[in-house]
């Protein structure tokens, strides 16, 4: 039996400094919690009350990020998408105002073999709001082929495009998604986005971090980290060097 569930989170400035979190709800599968965060920040965690999604299911994730708000979302454990009849559908809607900051940092989506994920991430940006975005894609769980999986990751700036792109992987993608111009047989794949107002004035470099991993700007206030690995473990590493990078070039006013 497929699931329809939307989860979602407001928050709001308490007036103090803080943030306050007015609306925190769950549905199905899909379980939020207030959890510690390092101040100031506001931290919320997604708990996976069950297997999900299978293949049928429709979830969704809204996150309001009000003005002057501080707040961290991140996950207690990996998404694995499964087999079942027919699709699952997987939407996240991300807004952050002026003035707010917002960290969204899931662990990784695994698609497993006989699976098929149909994944879209929305993401409006008020004129001075930050945001520190990643995601990770693992093809298949240990010694397994991948699933289908398509992802489309669509960031407007000021009602304006900043980033629009979709990704395929596995049956039924188009040819030479694992070729050699591609991900070369490598099984994670990650990026990061920084979009962060520092960066009018000092825009990052392109550079390559080691091997299979770039960092590049993007036109407007924004620097995007791509990323791919052997494994989960591996792809970690590099976007948590990577975001290590970026944040010590923020906080010393130079270019990264």
Known sequence: ??????????????????TALPVLESDGPLALRRTRAAAPYTGVTLVGAMSAPLGGDRLAVDVDAGEGTRLRVGAAAATVALPGPGPAHYDVRLSVGDEAELHWLPEQLISARGSELRMTTTVELAATARLVYREEQVLGRHGEATGALATRLTVRRRGRPLLDQELSYGPGAAGGWDGPAVLGGHRAVGQLLFVLPEFEERPVMTRLLGPTAVLAPL????????????????????????????????????PT
């Not at 206030?221 to 948590?240: F, G």
């Open 1 to 18: 039996m497929s699931v329809t569930a939307t989860a979602r989170v407001r928050a709001v400035a308490d007036g103090r400094g803080g």
């Open 219 to 254: 036109t407007g206030p924004a620097a995007l980290v791509t990323a791919v690995a052997t494994d989960a473990r591996r792809l970690r590493i590099l976007l948590d060097e990577a975001t290590a990078l970026v944040q010590d070039g923020v906080r010393a006013g130079q």
